[in-house]
């Protein structure tokens, strides 16, 4: 447990947030979303979408890799009780980009987020993405009152402890020296692990391990995984795995290592997959996820305009219902606006 110990001794457990923790059975019980008739691969989807629009609009505007990371956690956090269709995704996602960015010491400019993210969500479009630029008062106004709303869903808890940082420690000396397991390449240097943690940790920012795990266990599985895609020889230690020595069963491992899998092995999400702008929060609407699969040549949206001939960027956080980012949008002639989508 030395090695261990070493790993976890820069960081203190009592200056991070701790939030409670239920099992991946306990989420999918008590889930909210499926009262609304959101099946699991809806909700897996909705959280990848905004999770890349996220991370993309971090990378944009160089936010820390750990600024990033918060904001997806509150991000999960917050939809725990609260509703995708009540609450704009993309609008909480700004929300808690703002607030990730403030708390790990990347803090933006409102404006400049605000137009980042737009620049990312209507990448392409640019007849809605200067619509969107002109109006942003009215989605600075909504992302104020997000914010807000996180805050008190994470009862002001900020500060969360992320498996990046530990896994970072874990493959390094004083620890366990991860490595020198690594195989060796062409020129006789060990191949760097560091590019292949940091890629299964942003795995695991698209699933909700953060809510069923604490963070060290976490750290452990992203080395876990890392190794193994790196075909890594087996790192023993005085007789036992290097895992072993951490205080992390084979099931939990196990089942964490799978959860992750299951993003690595989907189709990435083209940036961004917003096909059609939110509505006005006026407008009645039903939402049907579509899939992954479905080709962006097919995504033709009928896009509501205002009595201006304005597109209708509805962009109210409380009030506006979900634009998950994959939908095309119809008016019908009666009035009544739906989220029309296929799962195939």
């Known amino acids: 447990m030395d090695e261990w110990k070493k790993a976890v001794s820069k960081d203190n457990p009592s200056q991070y947030a701790h939030w409670p923790l239920k099992s991946r059975e306990e989420l999918e019980a008590t889930s909210i979303h499926r009262q609304e008739g959101f099946s699991a691969e809806d909700e897996a989807f909705f959280r990848r979408s905004y999770t890349q629009v996220i991370m993309e609009t971090g990378r944009r505007l160089k936010i820390s890799h750990l600024g990033v990371a918060t904001a997806t956690a509150m991000c999960h956090r917050y939809y725990i009780s609260m509703s995708y269709r009540q609450n704009d995704c993309f609008v909480v996602a700004c929300a808690a980009l703002l607030l990730g960015a403030k708390v790990e010491e990347s803090a933006q400019r409102f404006p400049d987020l605000l137009r980042a993210a737009i620049g990312v969500r209507y990448a392409g479009q640019a007849a809605l993405r200067d619509w969107a630029l002109a109006h942003m008062d009215e989605l600075q106004a909504a992302v104020g009152k997000a914010e807000r709303s996180i805050l008190y869903i994470i009862d002001f808890e900020m500060r969360i402890q992320h498996p990046f940082r530990i896994a970072s420690e874990l493959t390094s000396p004083p620890a366990f020296n991860l490595r020198r397991y690594t195989p060796v390449t062409s020129s006789g240097r060990y191949q760097d692990i560091t590019d292949a943690v940091v890629n299964v940790a942003n795995a695991s920012l698209q699933t909700t391990l953060i809510l069923q795990y604490p963070s060290p266990s976490i750290s ?125």
């Open 220 to 344: 452990v599985a992203v080395v876990h995984l890392a190794m193994m895609l790196l075909k890594c020889e087996d790192a023993v230690f005085r007789g036992k795995f290097w895992w072993q020595h951490c205080p992390v069963s084979a099931y939990k491992l196990s089942d964490m290592t799978n959860q992750i899998l299951e993003v690595l092995e989907q189709r990435p999400l083209d940036m961004p997959q917003c096909k059609a702008p939110p509505l006005q929060p006026s407008h009645v609407l039903t939402l049907t996820p579509m899939s992954e699969a479905a080709s962006p040549s097919r995504l033709q949206p009928d896009v509501p305009h205002d009595s201006n001939g304005a597109p209708a960027l509805g962009l109210h956080g409380s009030a506006a219902a979900v634009s998950p980012l994959d939908h095309t949008c119809a008016a019908p002639a009666n009035g009544e606006a739906s989220w029309q989508g296929s799962r195939e």
